[in-house]
């Protein structure tokens, strides 16, 4: 019977360590995705399209056509599911001249824009060009600083600490952001406010960028609410993110689950072999049971309290060990920081598992117990 | 009147070779309060009667009537209920759970009644007391000799009040002066009125019963009565 604990312990703690690392892999990468960038762009209605930025086509960015107000930033606080929201960056883009040469400029809210993209190299020392902003969200940025993208720097020949002009302004670049294979490589990056005197666009945005935190909320509930308040946009799910990070965790949850029933089947083998071996070995004590008049209803009760007595034992101990298992090889089995929480309704699962398990896998036995016929267990009487 | 009434018993085995007769149509009639010796060699049938005495084993033809029920017409869960209600078993090697102390090994026949576990052990207790393992109860069988587990033995088939009582080589497994000992026990028993049929193959338990019925080759042989029953 200790063996058949053991055996039910590594079991439960198997599946209690997978199931945990998984779900706190769902929400480790619900964060980090929500992190990484934004999940939902706003873009003016329009008919004419004719620049495009990230993949998604940015209308009136060379014929002025339309433009959304900056009263739109706050109204995207006010939807019903704010709390989601994360990061709104709203930008401004225009084409430009800088040092006589043709760039793209993006007015941003520097604050919320590097929030926004964390994961950008950027760098701020000229004399060490490889060395990055350990953290460039933290970044504090003047109006009279800017962001170089890569291509552009070059072209303009400028490090970190230059001054650029833009017309008859002068601007010192804070950092050169590292090739991003996207528009910001050939961009200026300036402030929204700024941004807007000098392409006299005066308080109008482009587009908007939105990063909500959707590891607790549907994003096409967010899009439609803020379509709602918005109704001269539209809104765009960047849906690949949120496809992309359910693909990822779907993969480890399917391979967490196949683990699970290959480790619940060989469970039941064990514990229906053990229980088995254990019906066959006390053979004359069942025989003694049934002649002192206990009916066969009874005698299998007795096979499965064990069983169940074991089972429970086995799923305490398993929830318990596979916490501790989980805790200490989570960053190892997901590559990532996780925090394991304690939670009421895995332990209750690894219980309500462990008995079913072993309650099932018992039931044969039991019923080989019961229909023992008391003579042939008793042969030498 | 007759407590146990066996007509026309037969019991015959496939071994294997063909059918083998264990028991070739006996009929027997016991007294209630009489203390009845099965006698006879290995082979002999005796313990088959037992069994099939005892409700545990149906004969191939016949009828054992016990208490005025035809107890093989029975369902087999209903004769398990028989078996609790009207029988006790001392079997051979007294047969006593061995992770189960004295006191649990005399409760388990009351385990599948109706009482609470309080009342159990105070019956469990009154009966250990009566066979002298009072101050044992709690006890392993391995830490008892194999007189006191037979005493424990006796003990757990005589909870319940049974009106018959079986043993089965009460003696077989213990030296000369423990087995009279324990013999004294079954003749104590009987004169308080207990009805004990026991199989033997020792001679010198005789003197202690009311009657030794004789079996070979599955057949009774002849009956020799010794003294009267007690009531």
Known sequence: MLFLVIGMVIGITTIVTLFTITKS???????????????????????????SYGGVPVSGVSFDVKKIDSSAIDKIRTIKNKE??????????????????????????????????????????????????????RMEMKNTEVLLGSELAAKLDKKPGETVNIGDQSFTVRGVIQSLGSEEDNSILLDLTVAQEILNRPNMISMIEVSALCNTCPIEEIVAQISEKLPQTNVLA???????????????????????????????????????????????????????????????????????????????????????????????IAQMDLTIPWELNIAAGALGISVIVGLLASVFPAYQAAKLDPSEALRFI | MNIIEVRNVTKTYDGGEGLVTALGGVNLKVEEGEFLALVGPSGSGKSTLLSILGAINPPTNGEVIIDDIN?????????????????GFVFQQFQLIPYLTAIENVMLPLA?????????????????????????????????????????????????????????????ALDTKTGQEIMDLFKTLNKEGQTIIMVTHNMDCLSYTGRAVFIRDGLLEKTEEYRKKVI
């Not at chain 1, 892999?25 to 004719?50: C, R, W």
């Not at chain 1, 496809?243 to 967490?256: L, S, T």
């Not at chain 2, 207790?125 to 002298?132: M, S, T």
């Open chain 1, 84 to 137: 989601n929201i994360a990061v709104v960056s709203p930008k401004l883009l225009g084409g430009i001249k800088v040092n006589e040469k043709n760039a793209l400029a993006i007015g941003i809210q520097f604050k919320n824009e590097l929030r926004m993209k964390r994961w950008w190299k950027i760098n701020t020392d000229a004399g060490k060009p490889e060395q990055f902003e350990a953290k460039p969200q």
């Open chain 1, 238 to 332: 960047v849906k690949e993110a949120v496809e992309a990070r359910k693909a990822v965790v779907d993969r480890f949850a399917n391979f967490a689950l196949a683990i699970s029933v290959v480790v619940l089947l060989i469970g039941s083998l064990v514990v229906f072999l053990t229980m088995m071996g254990s019906v066959n070995e006390r053979t004359r004590e069942i025989g003694i049971f049934r002649s002192i008049g206990f009916r066969k209803v009874d005698v299998a009760q007795i096979i499965l309290t064990e069983a169940a007595v074991v089972s429970i034992l086995g799923g305490i101990s398993g929830y318990l060990l596979g916490m501790v298992v989980a805790g200490s090889t989570a960053p190892l």
């Open chain 2, 71 to 87: 107890i093989y017409e029975l369902s087999s869960e209903r004769r398990a209920d028989f078996r609790s209600e009207y029988l």
């Open chain 1, 25 to 51: 892999m769902k929400i480790e990468l619900g964060n980090k995705f929500d992190q990484i960038g934004a999940n939902m762009l706003i873009i003016p209605k329009a008919d004419k399209l004719t620049l």
């Open chain 2, 112 to 172: 599948i009644t109706n009482r609470s576990t309080t009342e159990q052990r105070e019956m469990a207790k009154a009966v250990l007391e009566k066979v002298g393992l009072g101050n044992k109860c709690e006890r392993l069988p391995n830490q008892l000799s194999g007189g006191e587990q037979e005493r424990v033995a006796i003990a757990r088939a005589i909870v319940n009040h049974p009106p018959i009582l079986f043993a089965d080589e009460p003696t077989g």
